[in-house]
T-cell receptor, first 115, second 113 residues
Framework: AQSVTQPDIHITVSEGASLELRCNYS??????LFWYVQSPGQGLQLLLK??????LVQGIKGFEAEFKRSQSSFNLRKPSVHWSDAAEYFC?????????????FGAGTRLAVHP | DVKVTQSSRYLVKRTGEKVFLECVQD?????MFWYRQDPGLGLRLIYF???????EKGDIPEGYSVSREKKERFSLILESASTNQTSMYLC????????????FGQGTRLTVV
């Protein structure tokens, strides 16, 4: 069955430090992969997505993610975190079946940023 | 600017009430979804719809039903609200092809007392 694992429930980093959020997936075919961010009390906003091609994907707000098929991973990175990056981050895999698609989400990683 | 709009940001309902959560999208998307979000559990799919009047159960459909009479509108119905349905509910829509992302509404935080 398809699944997404985000091993870190909470992460705290200092402003200006680098960030890596981990995501592992289980999926039988080539996956469609997504990272979403959710600010407090808000809906989800797409940060970036991977469908095919270059395994290093650039997104909004200075984020990037790298697809590693051998490790079934799609980790999110940012070289220098800003206080406004404090939020919850969700990794998701797209599953297509019968002509329709749906997203399977990980449990999320809550990021806190120290000044 | 594309938009998915949920009718309420916050709702407080009593146990046993019938509750309607409404969602409207303006992107002419075929697919629409209702997720439930709880701390530590991520987003869990309740129901989805891939066409008008069509619906499919997600992972946690018990206690819920849905209605899609028009392409742009997808309603989630709690037939008899219970306290364990207190949660954040997120609506989303997407195109029929698998390589497009889902767009989310702002969420409805439902409290059942």
């Amino acid at each position: 069955a398809q699944s997404v694992t985000q091993p870190d429930i909470h992460i705290t980093v200092s402003e200006g430090a680098s960030l890596e959020l981990r995501c592992n997936y289980s999926y039988g075919a080539t996956p469609y992969l997504f990272w979403y961010v959710q600010s407090p009390g808000q809906g989800l906003q797409l940060l970036l997505k991977y469908f095919s091609g270059d395994t290093l994907v650039q997104g909004i707000k200075g984020f990037e993610a790298e697809f590693k098929r051998s490790q079934s991973s799609f980790n999110l990175r940012k070289p220098s975190v800003h206080w406004s990056d404090a939020a919850e981050y969700f990794c998701a895999v797209g599953h297509s079946s019968g002509g329709y698609n749906k997203l399977i989400f990980g449990a999320g990683t809550r990021l806190a940023v120290h000044p | 600017d594309v938009k998915v709009t949920q009718s309420s940001r916050y709702l407080v309902k009593r146990t046993g009430e019938k509750v309607f959560l409404e969602c409207v999208q303006d992107m002419d998307h075929e697919n629409m979804f209702w997720y439930r979000q709880d701390p530590g559990l991520g987003l869990r799919l309740i129901y989805f719809s891939y066409d008008v009047k069509m619906k499919e159960k997600g992972d946690i459909p018990e206690g819920y039903s849905v209605s899609r009479e028009k392409k742009e509108r997808f309603s989630l119905i709690l037939e008899s609200a219970s306290t364990n349905q207190t949660s954040m509910y997120l609506c989303a829509s997407s195109s029929v092809t698998g390589d497009t992302e889902a767009f989310f509404g702002q969420g409805t935080r439902l409290t059942v007392v």
